[in-house]
Every structure is written in structure tokens, then in C-alpha cells.
């Protein structure tokens, strides 16, 4: 890692000499896709996380994707979710040409608030997805409760939570179905690659199916037993993802180092809002490192001289249901979710990856001052 170099990345993947040694070793046996080595990667990771069953796919999206599928959403159909997220957790349903409606979030965790999702329940709903957020568990057993009572499926967007806890277990032990994706940022990578862990034996068969193109457990290669899709993880990505998986605590526990040196150097900033503390019930993984500014003002202020000093940044994350075609599909404006909209305003991610160095770190909370 050369980070003595003037530029600071944003973020970073941690591959090495074990995730050569185990891609080279798929590439060699010639079993690319469909093999033995995407069995072994999702029984790892069903150890890892605690559910019963995971099932690989070829990026997190099409993991959201069907469980859509497989919750039974159809057209027409109204799906609460939040706006403070990345776009593949609205854009899951709209596939099925379900309609999107969010719930504002709760200004502290930034994840979905469940008095604002309960109070947006109608005849039409048929769904919530529920994020968590940087990393931070959302409000699971309030959550699925409302699931419960009105009779709606309920999808975990865990994309960002791999390692995170929610009252003292791992999210996707809990179930009953989450999904997480292994993008070059999260905290293990495939390169692109996600997994869907359910805690249903019939759901896992049916994911199984779905994603190899609606093929049965029996019958030939060209016998469709339903509308499938091509998302298949191939053999290689999962061979990387056993190598990543054989360093996750490591990985998490670096990552946590990083976050608290952060802690340390930025809590005596003016105008820093660090991300919100862990408690009993809520354990967070560490996924990126989001600070709340004073002002949309200050962040620019702030961007301005990252820019000038060669430090990544992200006004992360924009609000979905403004983003240029929710606007236009669905006529969304601005004050539909003022907490989620105020914290897009003003939040803003720092460089953060496992790697990331003490000497790096201090010169974006330096910048950061001296900005603000
Ligand atoms: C990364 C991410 C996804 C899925 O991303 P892919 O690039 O499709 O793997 C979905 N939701 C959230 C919140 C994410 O951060």
C-alpha cells in the first residue's frame, strides 16, 4: 500500500498472496462456473454470518432482486423502503414494477424509522426493505413486528453489514432473509458478487433455481421450470471470496482500528459529527466512514480542499427518491423525507478501508480542520 504518495483513495480492496494462490488454483482445474468452489464459498459464509442456508450470486442487486421474486411482488404493488441508501435497494422491486415509497429515517442511525414505516402501510403494501445503513443494524425486531402484523414480506439489505451484530448475533442469523455483496468497497470483495442467506431450505432451492436461469433441481440443462435469470456467481469470484473469508476477522478488526484512530482525531473538530455509537443491541461493521458537516456549505468548503490535497471523498449518500429518475418516474420533490434529505445535504465519507495508515488518517483529519 503506497501511501506515502500525495493521493489518499476513498477506499480500497484487501487481496493478497492467498487470493492468487486459490483464483489460480480454479483457473487450473478448469471448473470456472457451476463448480464444487461456489458450494464451499456459501457454506463458509452461512458459517460466518450464522443462517442456515447462502446462496451466491453474481452482484448484490440481483441478490435484492430476487428475494423480490421470491416474496411474490408484482406490478402494482407498494414496497416501503428507506431513501438514505444506495439505489439498488428501491431499484429491487421496481424491476417487478412494484412502486417505491420511503419512510424517513432516523436522524442518529440514519436507517429506516418503524413508526414512519407502520404509518405508510396501505391495502397496496406488500413488502419493506429495511438497509443497514454504513453498516449500522436497522431496527430488525420492530420491523419485521410490523412485517408480521400487516402480513408483508420483509427483505434485509445487509449489503454494507457484513460482521455488523444486532442484539448480541451476526446480522443474517436472525433471519428471515439478507443479502450482502462483495463490490471492491465493501469489507470483502469479489470483484463484483453478492449472497442472499434465507433461513428457508424451500427459499434457498427456489434462489437456486432463480438464479441459474429457472432451472429444477431435476431435469436437463434446457428444462426451464420457471422465469429465471442469469445471476450466477462464477467459480473464480468465489474462490476470492474464500480467500477473503479466511481473513474476515481479520479484516473487521482492522477496520475497527481504523474507525477508532478516526474517532480519536477527529472528536475535538468543530463542526465534525462522528457516526453514531454502538450500543447493547446495535453493533456496527465497519463499512465506510460517514461525518455529519454544519451545512451543505461547509461540506464544499471542506470538498474544496480535499480536492486541492488529493483526498478521496464521497458526498455520500444522496437521497434516492431525488435522484433524476425517481423525480421523473414518480414525481418526488423535495420534503418527502426531510431527515434523510437534511443528512444527504451534510454528510460526507472520509478515505476508509482496511489498510488505511495512521500518518493517511491524520492528514484528512488536518485537512478537515483546517477546512472547517
Ligand atoms: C453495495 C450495495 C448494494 C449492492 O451493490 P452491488 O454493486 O449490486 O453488489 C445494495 N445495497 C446497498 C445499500 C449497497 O451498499
Avoid at 506515502?4 to 462456473?33: A, D, H, Q
Avoid at 436472525?174 to 470483502?188: D, E, L, M, R, T
Avoid at 454544519?294 to 480542499?305: F, G, L, T, Y
Wanted: with cysteine; charged share 25%; aromatic share 8%.
Amino acid at each position: 500500500m503506497k501511501q506515502e504518495t500525495r493521493g489518499i483513495p476513498l477506499s480500497s480492496p484487501y487481496v493478497g498472496e492467498r487470493e492468487e494462490e486459490l483464483v489460480l488454483e480454479v483457473l487450473r482445474s478448469g471448473r470456472l462456473s457451476l463448480g464444487p468452489t461456489i458450494d464451499r464459498f456459501e457454506e463458509l459464509f452461512a458459517a460466518a454470518t450464522g443462517a442456515p442456508y447462502a446462496a451466491a450470486v453474481s452482484s448484490g442487486t440481483a441478490g435484492l432482486h430476487l428475494l423480490c421474486v421470491s416474496a411474490g411482488i408484482e406490478a402494482g404493488d407498494e414496497v416501503i423502503t428507506t431513501p438514505y441508501s444506495f439505489a439498488a435497494s428501491a431499484n429491487c422491486f421496481i424491476y417487478e414494477g412494484a412502486v417505491p415509497v420511503f419512510a424517513d429515517v432516523d436522524p442518529q442511525t440514519l436507517n429506516l424509522d418503524p413508526a414512519a414505516v407502520e404509518a405508510l402501510v396501505t391495502e397496496r403494501t406488500k413488502a419493506i426493505v429495511a438497509v443497514d445503513i454504513f453498516g449500522y443494524p436497522c431496527e430488525l425486531d420492530e420491523l419485521r413486528a410490523i412485517a408480521q402484523r400487516h402480513g408483508l414480506a420483509f427483505v434485509q439489505d445487509s449489503c454494507e453489514g457484513l460482521g455488523a451484530e444486532y442484539k448480541g448475533a451476526p446480522v443474517g442469523s436472525h433471519g428471515p432473509s439478507a443479502v450482502f455483496a462483495f463490490y471492491p468497497n465493501k469489507q470483502i470483495t469479489t470483484g463484483e458478487g453478492g449472497i442472499v442467506t434465507t433461513h428457508s431450505e424451500e427459499e434457498w432451492r427456489l434462489l437456486r433455481s432463480l438464479r441459474n436461469q429457472g432451472r429444477g433441481d431435476e431435469g436437463g440443462w434446457l428444462e426451464h421450470v420457471r422465469l429465471g435469470f442469469n445471476y450466477r456467481l462464477d467459480d473464480v469470484r468465489a474462490a476470492l471470496g474464500i480467500a477473503q473469508l479466511e481473513k474476515l476477522d481479520e479484516i473487521l478488526c482492522l477496520r475497527r482500528e481504523v474507525a477508532a484512530r478516526y474517532g480519536e482525531l477527529l472528536r475535538d473538530i468543530d463542526g465534525v459529527e462522528l457516526p453514531f455509537p454502538d450500543d447493547a443491541d446495535h453493533v456496527r461493521s465497519w463499512f465506510v466512514y460517514v461525518v455529519k458537516l454544519p451545512s451543505r456549505q461547509a461540506r464544499e468548503r471542506v470538498i474544496a480542499h480535499f480536492e486541492r490535497e488529493g483526498i478521496g471523498f464521497n458526498r455520500y449518500l444522496p437521497s434516492i427518491h431525488l435522484q433524476p429518475y425517481m423525480r421523473k418516474r414518480y414525481g418526488f420533490r423535495e420534503g418527502l423525507c426531510p431527515v434523510s434529505e437534511d443528512a444527504s445535504s451534510r454528510t460526507l465519507a472520509l478515505p476508509f478501508f482496511t489498510a488505511l495508515e495512521r500518518d493517511a488518517q491524520e492528514r484528512v483529519a488536518e485537512a478537515l480542520a483546517t477546512a472547517l
